[in-house]
């Protein structure tokens, strides 16, 4: 079997999906992207459809090798999200040429089912007790939030109070019936996330992620040597020699790679192995569209360490089309309660709705993501 074509679909909400032909007619779909840049990572596709026209698909760990080491340069979020998009159509070839799905080539399921959790209150983090409310209605008990609006390096008692309020109302609200991350989305400084995590800690959060941002990542272990807070990161990290540096250092309680960032299923099956080497905790960080959950959920059944998974069923940024738009098998992806099952078909189990996809990228938006700035007029962190 040889590969003939990449097909790259940019599509509403913000995603762009991938689909790999065969001279043998089987094919294989990804979810290649980097939120914002979906231009940039197309073009980096096809870059590297050199290594891979007329290649065998089923030599995904070679295809995989190639693309990360033959061009020089590697690593980053453009090139790893382009071959993670790729590696997991690859496997989705593999699993449908073996009439298997990708779990079973993985070695076979670790548990019968996944738990999955919902975003509430938005990008600035609003009518959170209506957001649980709703969603606890339909039987989810597992939540994530943002943690802050704009924040200074250095900033006053009334933000963190404005911080604190909002979580400590949720717990006053709900208890512990419910559980749920605070994610501080990288808006927040060294010095000022060891102030809010001190005072989260009374209102006992399941985690909090992205403390710092990535690139202050030698944070984590001062930072987690002054909480109890579980501290968890990952989804602006893109491979296993990113995610080796902080598991040297320490820190982390939860990683959180993307499957759509982090160089795919290959990739975050290995990162999956390290991280519970470490006593560490799986959580695939997953805001974005079907194939990239499937993806995600593929690892999450067969990685002993997987405890969490992200879904975006209803998210924020999900304008314009929302997570099973562009999918014919829905019912695979039904939630109980927040739990799913495995995705049993062969390769990925997602059955896309091509002429869906062709029709809907003929009007795909040009997502970004907001720009931010400070009462003083300079860039925020978004
Ligand atoms: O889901 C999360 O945890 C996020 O922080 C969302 C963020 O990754 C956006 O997708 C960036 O555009
Ligand atoms: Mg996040």
């Known amino acids: 079997m040889k590969i003939t074509r990449l097909?790259?679909?940019?599509?509403?909400?913000?995603?762009?999906?991938?689909?790999?032909?065969?001279?043998?007619?089987?094919?294989?779909?990804?979810?290649?992207?980097?939120?914002?840049?979906?231009?940039?990572?197309?073009?980096?596709v096809h870059e590297l459809s050199d290594y891979l026209v007329?290649?065998?698909?089923?030599?995904?760990?070679d295809l995989w090798q190639t693309m990360y080491r033959a061009g020089f340069y590697r690593g980053g979020p453009i090139l790893m999200s382009a071959i993670a998009g790729i590696d997991q159509a690859l496997w989705d070839i593999k699993g449908k040429v073996l009439g298997q799905p990708v779990y079973e080539l993985l070695g076979g399921l670790v548990r019968d089912r996944m738990k999955t959790y919902s975003w509430v209150g938005g990008d600035r983090p609003a009518e959170l007790i209506a957001g649980i409310a709703a969603l606890r209605e339909a039987g989810f008990d597992t939540f994530?939030?943002?943690?802050?609006?704009?924040?200074?390096?250095?900033?006053?008692?009334?933000?963190?109070?404005?911080?604190?309020a909002r979580v400590?109302?949720?717990?006053?609200?709900?208890?512990?019936?419910?559980?749920?991350?605070?994610?501080?989305?990288?808006?927040?400084?060294?010095?000022?996330?060891?102030?809010?995590?001190?005072?989260?800690?009374?209102?006992?959060?399941?985690?909090?992620?992205?403390?710092?941002?990535?690139?202050q990542d030698e944070y984590y272990r001062t930072l987690s040597d002054a909480t109890s807070i579980p501290l968890a990161a990952g989804e602006r990290m893109y491979s296993r020699f990113d995610f080796k540096r902080v598991f040297d250092r320490g820190g982390l309680a939860i990683v959180q790679p993307d499957l759509s960032h982090a160089g795919g299923i290959t990739e975050c099956v290995k990162i999956a192995a390290m991280a519970e080497a470490h006593d560490i905790a799986l959580a695939p960080h997953c805001p974005l569209g079907p194939v990239a959950l499937a993806s995600c959920l593929?690892?999450?059944?067969?990685?002993?360490?997987?405890?969490?998974?992200?879904?975006?069923?209803?998210?924020?940024?999900?304008q314009g089309?929302?997570?099973?738009?562009?999918?014919?098998?829905?019912?695979?992806?039904?939630?109980?309660?927040?739990?799913i099952r495995p995705l049993t078909k062969p390769g990925l189990g997602v059955e896309i709705d091509e002429e869906r996809v062709i029709e809907a990228s003929r009007t795909a938006p040009d997502w970004r993501n907001p720009v931010w700035r400070h009462a003083d007029g300079s860039i925020a962190e978004w």
């Open 168 to 215: 400590a109302e949720v717990r006053a609200k709900f208890g512990y019936e419910i559980e749920f991350g605070v994610d501080f989305h990288g808006r927040v400084s060294a010095p000022m996330a060891k102030v809010l995590l001190r005072e989260l800690e009374p209102y006992r959060p399941l985690f909090v992620e992205e403390p710092v941002l990535a690139e």
């Open 298 to 318: 593929h690892v999450d059944f067969v990685a002993h360490n997987a405890v969490l998974q992200e879904q975006s069923m209803g998210i924020h940024y999900n």
């Open 321 to 339: 089309a929302d997570l099973l738009d562009y999918v014919k098998n829905k019912d695979d992806f039904r939630l109980s309660g927040g739990w």
């Open 54 to 61: 007329g290649r065998d698909p089923a030599r995904i760990n």
């Open 7 to 44: 097909t790259t679909y940019r599509v509403p909400p913000r995603w762009m999906l991938l689909k790999i032909e065969t001279d043998e007619g089987v094919t294989g779909w990804g979810e290649p992207v980097i939120e914002g840049r979906a231009r940039t990572v197309e073009a980096a």
């Open 144 to 164: 994530k939030m943002n943690g802050t609006e704009e924040l200074g390096i250095v900033d006053n008692a009334r933000k963190v109070d404005q911080a604190v």
